[in-house]
């Protein structure tokens, strides 16, 4: 059989997360329309009757101001280096900018790779083959395939070149394994996924949630989570007029999480300003970076 592990490389808001959840069938990674939603290597297993697929979403790589940039980069680039393929997502949709131009001119791909054109269905005809020629005259041994992650079109077609490039090998985890990620983990994503879609642009992402304690019992799950932020402006954001806010947070979030345990859950938010944690080793590493 098939098997190996795959990255999904590429800048923000590529949709990185939202392939690999059509491929795996189920909600592994958030989605927001933000960029930087993904914050560390999510893993995601694929697996059908001749083959085992380990996916792992990457954080979009992006010029890091802070700490927390830095190690969600060095996450992206060490899964490449680890990977038996890599899947290059691109945005069909528009034209490549600076950005873009940096990547193509710096990434490299020590192991096999296939360019998947993401978003087909908003592209035209001469854009796309601009687009497949540029990157093909960069790396001209990948494989090209086009998708549309948010409509489902082309997952059948990437996998199958997938499966054609990875080597033979074991199965790595049981067939109902569908994410190597655990409930704590899980928790606070779909805690952060809410404030994303909830609140203005920098106040989700001055955040960071830490999933404190959970108590699992017959019938419910108590869980005790914390919201970090890092001015004093934006808790007042968090909890807004009368805890208006907070309230709204933890109902959202508690609504996902019962689909996803099946379970009646009581979830406890709270709110503590830590000045700059994304600069904070201490914090970093609670948050699941390997900081050295």
Not at 44 to 60: V, W
Not at 188 to 201: D, F, G, H
Not at 210 to 230: N, R, Y
Not at 249 to 256: D, V
Request: charged share 30%; proline share 3%.
């Amino acid at each position: 059989m098939k098997s190996g592990f795959v990255s999904l490389i590429g800048r923000p808001n590529v949709g990185k997360s939202t392939i690999l959840n059509a491929i795996i069938g189920e909600k592994i990674s958030i989605v927001t329309p933000k960029s930087q939603t993904t914050r560390n290597a999510i893993e995601g297993i694929y697996n059908d009757e001749d083959s085992q697929i380990i996916f792992i979403d990457t954080p979009g790589i992006h010029k890091p101001f802070n700490m927390l940039g830095t190690a969600m980069d060095k996450i992206s680039y060490s899964s490449i280096r680890n990977s038996d393929l890599s899947v290059f997502l691109i945005d069909a949709s528009r034209r490549p900018d600076d950005w873009d131009m940096y990547l193509l001119d710096h990434l490299k791909f020590d192991c096999p790779l296939i360019i998947a054109f993401n978003k087909i269905d908003l592209t035209n005809i001469n854009l796309i083959s601009e687009l497949k020629e540029l990157y093909q005259s960069k790396f001209p041994e990948a494989r090209i395939v086009e998708v549309c992650a948010i409509r489902e079109f082309g997952i059948d077609d990437l996998i199958k070149v997938i499966k054609e490039i990875l080597p033979e090998g074991p199965r790595y985890y049981d067939v109902d394994v569908v994410t190597t990620e655990d409930l704590r983990f899980r928790i606070q994503e779909i805690i952060r996924e809410t404030m994303l879609n909830l609140l203005k642009e920098e106040v989700p992402h001055s955040a960071l949630i830490l999933c404190e304690e959970i108590k699992t019992k017959s019938s419910k799950v108590d869980i005790f989570a914390k919201i970090i932020i890092e001015k004093e402006s934006q808790k007042g954001i968090v909890i807004g007029k009368k805890g208006s806010m907070i309230k709204k947070i933890g109902t959202t979030s508690r609504m996902e999480i019962e689909k996803m345990l099946s379970k009646h859950v009581n979830l406890e938010l709270t709110v503590q300003l830590v000045e700059n944690w994304r600069n904070s080793k201490r914090y970093l590493v609670r948050a699941g970076y390997n900081i050295k």
